[in-house]
């Protein structure tokens, strides 16, 4: 397709209940769409009022994804990332807070020429600015428009009203996908389609009739069932998309394949679809991932380990770097409250690597600490990542160099050896929305360096999220005692990257390897990690 055609958009709604997976199918099917030669990008509207969800709690709301250019956004992003070869930017995630922030700004600014400033037409026409962006940088066939929540939800509606108003406007360059639930009541032995029609209903009521219905369900819809939810949800037949539970997120793009999501999208937006989709690399990442020859133990501690979705890029990343191993990667999630010194090699004794995770503040950090004493002393590979990178620097500070009390700054102020300390630029910074070091910086690696060994390569760009920073007036001294600093900013000097000369693979960065772990390019430093625990446990 030519780009001077109109930019197609794709909206994705979801009804019934939450979490049926809108992001998976949205990342599914934007796959197969690029699968067939069309640029695609995809975008998460979400109905809260934070501006971001950088300064949301993880329990609140899962990790939060940082992309290149420093936003921070919904966790969502990650699977687009992680499903299509281009990245994401702030543009890609629109929240109601920043809507309403950009309104605001209008209207202090006086652009609205004394007009009453309403939700429409003020914060919808903003909404619907927001969703074209993407498109008017022109290269884009496709847009895929997510909008998160659910229909009925007070928060929705005006970006409900605005997908209204733009299908309206785009005539046959839009269509809209509505994810529903088809229960199984077992006492009746049947699928019920009740809730899928009053999630349609109700959207219609809104101004917004669906042109395809994915059906989340965990068995299969017969022909009755299908006939049934198209002829009482105004849609066609081949347009009632089944989407089963899956074993694996993975395994949705060729559900999807299978149920022909991609074609009747094509059909219906007036595009061709007449090239045929192999999805070689995808199937064989599949394959591996699923015939795994060996099995690693890795032990991620971390605090907020109840709750997976807090570090689901870095599950994501040991899933594609365990595929790459062609082995199965177990990941135990380890509270760090639990460990000290007393009960660390009974709690980690049977793992073959060690991942310290990202984090803030003091709960549970001395157990952090003791977990890298642990893997440090006992050659177990090591990756600390952010937080944990800084922990490994504390302890071998502590430990090695004999420097007693050393600390970040973050935790103690008052430390006598603030190994981790704040980066000038951030000591001025009061406000917390969006000021930390964020996005993405270049990184030179020492040419000897394991980090060099995984990356072949001594420029790398790797995405950051942090105020503290190893503390460059201790480099000497911790390098002459074994700790070497092999990846360094070239501009600012940050160390992003220490190594430990004598352990067989003690890793830690000061970035976030997880956000550019994809599919297509499992992540190089996962990727050294869990050969390296691959070759431990073979040598216990
Ligand atoms: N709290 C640390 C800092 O701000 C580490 C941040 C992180 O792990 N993302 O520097």
Not at 496 to 524: C, L, M, N, R
Not at 527 to 535: I, K, R
């Amino acid at each position: 397709m030519s780009k001077s055609s109109p930019t197609k958009y794709i909206f994705v709604t979801g009804g019934v209940t939450s979490s049926l997976g809108k992001g998976i199918v949205s990342a599914s099917l934007g796959k197969l769409l690029e699968a067939r030669g069309y640029s695609v990008t995809i975008q998460k509207l979400d109905p809260y009022i934070n501006v971001d969800p950088g300064t949301m709690n993880p329990y609140e709301h899962g990790e939060c994804f940082v992309t290149d250019d420093g936003a921070e956004t919904d966790l969502d992003l990650g699977h687009y990332e992680r499903f299509l070869s281009t990245s994401t930017s702030q543009a890609n995630n629109v929240t109601t807070g920043r809507i309403y922030q950009s309104v605001i700004n209008k209207e202090r600014r006086g652009d609205y020429l004394g007009k009453t400033v309403q939700v429409i037409p003020h914060i919808t026409n903003e909404i619907k600015d927001h969703i074209k962006i993407l498109g008017q940088t022109g290269k884009y066939d496709i847009v895929i428009t997510e909008i998160g929540g659910t229909v009925g939800d007070i928060e929705s509606l005006p970006f409900i009203e605005s997908v209204r108003q733009l299908k309206w406007e785009m005539e046959s360059d839009a269509i809209s996908i509505h994810l529903t639930l088809i229960p199984y009541l077992s006492a009746a032995g049947e699928l019920k389609t009740k809730p899928t029609q009053n999630s349609v209903k109700k959207l219609r009521e809104l101004g917004l009739q669906p042109d395809i219905l994915v059906c989340r369900t965990e068995h299969h819809l017969n022909s009755e069932i299908r006939r049934k939810i198209a002829l009482f949800c105004n849609v066609e037949r081949d347009a009632v998309i089944e989407s089963m539970d899956a074993e694996s997120i993975y395994d949705v793009p060729l559900l999807m394949q299978s149920e022909k999501l991609d074609q009747v999208s094509l059909r219906k937006l007036g595009l061709k679809d007449e090239t045929t989709v192999t999805l070689n690399e995808w199937n064989s990442f599949l394959r591996k991932l699923k015939n795994p020859k060996a099995t690693v133990n890795i032990a991620v501690v971390g605090k907020y380990v109840e709750l997976q979705d807090a570090y689901k890029s870095i599950a994501e990343s040991f899933i594609h770097s365990g595929a790459a191993n062609e082995c199965k990667v177990k990941v135990n999630w380890i509270h760090s409250e639990e460990i000290n010194a007393d009960n660390v090699s009974e709690k980690l004794q049977s793992y073959h690597g060690l991942l310290v995770a990202p984090g803030f503040g003091n709960r549970g950090i001395e157990g952090k600490i003791e977990s890298v004493k642990y893997a440090r002393e006992n050659n177990v590979p090591f990756l600390g990542i952010c937080l944990g990178m800084q922990c490994a620097v504390i302890e071998y500070a502590r430990n090695v160099l004999k420097l007693k009390d050393a600390h970040s700054t973050e935790i103690n102020p008052d430390t006598t050896y603030p190994v981790i300390d704040i980066m000038e630029h951030q000591k001025e910074i009061l406000k917390k929305g969006g000021t930390m070091r964020l996005g993405s910086y270049a990184c030179k690696l020492e040419d000897k360096s394991k980090a060099f060994n995984c990356y072949k390569n001594s420029e790398i760009q790797e995405r950051h999220r942090h105020r503290f920073e190893f503390n460059n007036d201790y480099k000497t001294q911790l390098e002459e005692n074994g700790m070497k600093t092999t990846g360094v900013n070239p501009e600012s000097s940050l160390v992003e990257i220490v190594e430990i000369d004598q352990h067989p693979w003690f890793v830690g960065v000061q970035f976030h390897p997880e956000y550019k772990s994809t599919v297509a390019k499992p992540q190089p430093l996962f990727v050294g990690f869990v050969n390296a625990a691959l070759t431990y446990s073979k040598q216990h």
